[in-house]
């Protein structure tokens, strides 16, 4: 089954205290995204990964990482978190092809910075 | 920029009943649309989309047109099922570009 797959689905962190969020897809696509999602403002992108080792800043980068080794993988890193990246994450993934191509998205990761 | 407005909801309807979900765009160029839909707990789906002007995206009886002399892409579906109550996003492509840009979201909550 074709899927895009976050872990964890939830989490509980406190200011400062590293974290990954990862991110998985097994449909061999070149293009994976981060996007965060907070009431009244929809979807904002955060970083993009064209393929393995190309990685650029989207809309919101600040306070985030991301690292793309892998073609299937494309985790998410927060350094240092902050109560103002509480929100729900969103990966995502298409092929490298047109761009009105599909994107797939992950099921989610709910993250509460205290 | 790119830019993406969609309609204020909430939106609440009773089953059978007409929807529409309105959305305007700013874009340069000719960008591709699309309506994505978010079931409760679920990750984005694609739910439709619009490549060029004039074109009518379809699917699970939605439909939306791509007007470009209005730059609008309305959602529309002739009888809503209380399956249908998600949130609902426009988006764009720019015509160069690969990049996403969202709408704020429409919660429509439809009852038996």
């Known amino acids: 089954e074709a899927q895009v797959t976050q872990n964890p689905r939830y989490l509980i962190t406190v200011t400062g205290k590293k974290l990954t969020v990862t991110c998985s897809q097994n449909?061999?696509?070149?293009?994976m995204s981060w996007y965060r999602q907070d009431p009244g403002l929809g979807l904002r992108q955060i970083y993009y990964?064209?393929?393995?080792?190309?990685?650029d800043k989207g809309d919101v980068p600040e306070g985030y990482k991301v690292s793309r080794k892998e073609k299937r993988n494309f985790p998410l890193i927060l350094e240092s978190p902050s109560p103002n990246q509480t929100s729900l994450y969103f990966c995502?993934?298409?092929?490298?092809?047109?761009?009105?191509?599909?994107?797939?998205f992950g099921p989610g990761t709910r993250l509460t910075v205290l | 920029g790119n830019s993406v407005t969609q309609m204020e909801g909430p939106v609440t309807l009773s089953e059978e009943a007409f929807l529409t979900i309105n959305c305007t765009y700013t874009?340069?160029?000719?960008?591709?649309l699309f309506w994505y839909v978010q079931y409760p707990g679920e990750g984005l789906q694609l739910l439709l989309k619009?490549?060029?002007?004039?074109d009518k995206g379809s699917n699970k009886g939605f439909e939306a047109t791509y007007r470009k002399e209005t730059t609008s892409f309305h959602l529309e579906k002739g009888s809503v099922q209380v399956s249908d109550s998600a949130v609902y996003f426009c988006?764009?492509?720019?015509?160069?570009?690969?990049?996403?840009?969202f709408g704020e979201g429409t919660q429509l909550t439809v009852n038996p």
């Open positions: 990964s064209m393929n393995v080792e190309v990685t």
């Open positions: 449909m061999n696509h070149e293009y």
């Open positions: 995502a993934s298409r092929r490298s092809g047109p761009l009105t191509d599909t994107q797939y």
């Open positions: 874009a340069t160029g000719y960008p591709s």
């Open positions: 619009a490549t060029k002007a004039d």
């Open positions: 988006a764009l492509t720019p015509s160069s570009g690969s990049r996403l840009t």
